[in-house]
């Protein structure tokens, strides 16, 4: 089956530095993928879709110039928070379109920003 | 924008019951999905529904996609330790859509 990889699991940053995360399309390729990010107990919230080979689709209100999204490959995109800061600790799950209406998503990166 | 309304939000039930939840939509939506979610891990899908009135089944669990294409509900039966987790319903409008989550069914097991 269609497998979604993400990298890294957890990740614990200084504020100030930035971050980026990884999502891999193992077994298929993966022209549109998908970020979200998940307080906790809250649902996914949509920030962007990322388009091989074109510029991501940010939701409103998630800032394009911290949030950079980056899908250079059919099997890579990659998110990058700039500049983090405590108020950006978040669950950030990926996801990419597996068939005409299937997803996958990964498992997930826990970024704890201090 | 697009809501989906969750319920219940929580549950708290005995090994072995059978277990209901169901979203709800102001919009119509094409498709329905139902996630589960284990701690710290990304969602898992469970079901995909793709027609209204459809029920289908996976195992214990059955799920429905409302005549109006505005709702949509999730059964457990016989609930088991490892059911325990996030669920989450989805819609979505078209293929191209974004998919909508509702906010999550916390289940429970009691000991």
């Known amino acids: 089956g269609a497998v979604v990889s993400q990298h890294p699991s957890w990740v614990i940053c200084k504020s100030g530095t930035s971050v980026k995360i990884e999502c891999r399309s193992l077994?298929?390729?993966?022209?549109?993928m998908f970020w979200y990010r998940q307080f906790p107990k809250q649902s996914l919230m949509l920030m962007a879709t990322?388009?091989?080979?074109?510029?991501?689709?940010?939701e409103q209100g998630v800032e394009k110039d911290k949030f950079l999204i980056n899908h250079a490959s059919l099997t890579l995109s990659t998110l990058t928070v700039t500049s983090a800061h405590p108020e950006d600790s978040s669950f950030y799950i990926c996801s990419a379109r597996t068939g005409l209406y299937g997803y996958t998503f990964g498992s997930g990166t826990r970024l704890t920003v201090v | 924008g697009q809501q989906l309304n969750q319920s219940p939000q929580s549950m708290f039930i005995q090994e072995g019951e059978d277990v209901s939840m169901n979203c709800t939509s102001s919009s119509i939506f094409n498709t329905w999905l139902w996630y589960k979610q284990d701690p710290g891990e990304g969602p898992v899908l469970l079901i995909a529904l793709y027609k209204a009135g459809e029920l289908t089944s996976n195992g214990r669990l059955t799920a429905q996609f409302g005549i109006t294409r505005k709702d949509s509900f999730l059964n457990i039966s016989a609930s088991i330790p490892s059911d325990v987790g996030i669920y989450f319903c989805a819609g979505q409008r078209g293929r191209d859509d974004k998919i909508i989550f509702g906010k999550g069914t916390r289940l429970h097991i009691l000991p």
């Open positions: 077994d298929f390729q993966a022209t549109t």
């Open positions: 990322s388009n091989e080979g074109s510029k991501a689709t940010y």
